[in-house]
């Protein structure tokens, strides 16, 4: 039988890249362990500074997988994943290896780890729920999911255009609510899932430094490149964290100070919405920071 799977998950800035290096050494390098990534936006290729990927060079040595998957002109689909990220693993557990899970966009955690089915597209329907919710807003769309799923309007942000299109568009296709594809926790693989429990002024501070690291490191010079390979025409990628304010900085409606705190408030929201979503899955482990936690967590998989 295989080795459960090592999910390092939760809230973006609590360093679980690094945990899941430490860990994959202490197992016996990379000989022994490879990583999957489970960011969304790592799967795009270009997006390196603002999504404080890993460069090639600070991996140790170690496989990574789901990694500059896509351009920036293409859409990321959580059932596509799925499906490559679940054939990954089951590579690396050919190989006699143990597969390390790590990233906080926690339905793509899910999506691996649990039975998790998604509903088809039908790009007609989503195309007209999109075009009402620019002629109408997004607010008429999501009073609706409150009346046709009230459970489902629960769990999405009222502003939240994407997700509220999503469901408004499975409920069309299925004649089921949306909620009915997010079931009860139900293992589709055997895991381990651990999270770094940062205190929330730590946190806070190292989101606003990785703010200014990104800014400073060379975002702004990354987000031309991107723009140049079509940033703009994906919905997906220009509105994520960091690259919506850098952006906005390149084309002349923010100054670079107001990205920085627009970037940090965006974040410290990200990371409360990550936290509330891994807080709700019982299996995870939540463990507290300290010099120990790597062997403390390899300790667990022994």
Do not use: C
């Amino acid at each position: 039988m295989s080795q459960p799977v090592l999910a390092a998950v939760g809230p973006t800035a609590t360093g679980k890249s690094d945990l899941a290096l430490d860990i994959v050494e202490l197992l016996g390098g990379p000989e022994e362990a490879e990583v999957v990534n489970a960011d969304a936006m790592q799967l795009y290729r270009g997006m390196d500074i603002g999504t404080a990927k890993l460069p090639a060079a600070e991996r140790r040595g170690i496989a990574h997988h789901q990694l500059d998957v896509l351009d920036v002109t293409q859409e990321a689909s959580v059932a596509a994943y799925q499906r490559a990220a679940r054939a990954d693993i089951a590579a690396i557990h050919e190989r006699g290896k143990r597969a390390v899970l790590v990233g906080g966009s926690g339905l793509y955690v899910r999506a691996v780890l649990d039975e998790l089915d998604f509903p088809g597209t039908d790009p007609a329907v989503r195309a007209r729920l999109e075009r009402r919710s620019e002629q109408e807003g997004t607010a008429a769309l999501y009073e609706e999911l409150t009346v046709r799923d009230p459970a489902a309007a629960r769990r999405i942000l009222p502003g939240n255009t994407r997700r509220i299109v999503r469901a408004l568009e499975v409920i069309e296709l299925t004649g089921r609510p949306f909620s009915a594809s997010l079931p009860e926790h139900t293992p589709h693989l055997p895991a381990v899932q651990v999270a770094i429990d940062v205190p929330r002024e730590e946190l806070d501070r190292r989101i606003t430094a990785r703010a200014a690291a990104m800014l400073d490191g060379g975002l702004l010079d990354e987000v031309h490149d991107l723009l140049a390979a079509g940033l703009a025409e994906s919905r997906t990628a220009s509105r994520a964290v960091g690259y919506a304010q850098a952006v906005a900085v390149v084309e002349g409606r923010m100054t670079t100070a107001q990205a920085h705190e627009a970037i940090t408030v965006a974040t410290r929201q990200l990371a409360r919405r990550q936290e509330k979503w891994f807080r709700r899955d019982p299996r995870v482990r939540w463990l507290p920071l300290g010099p120990d936690l790597a062997e403390r967590v390899a300790g667990m998989l022994r």
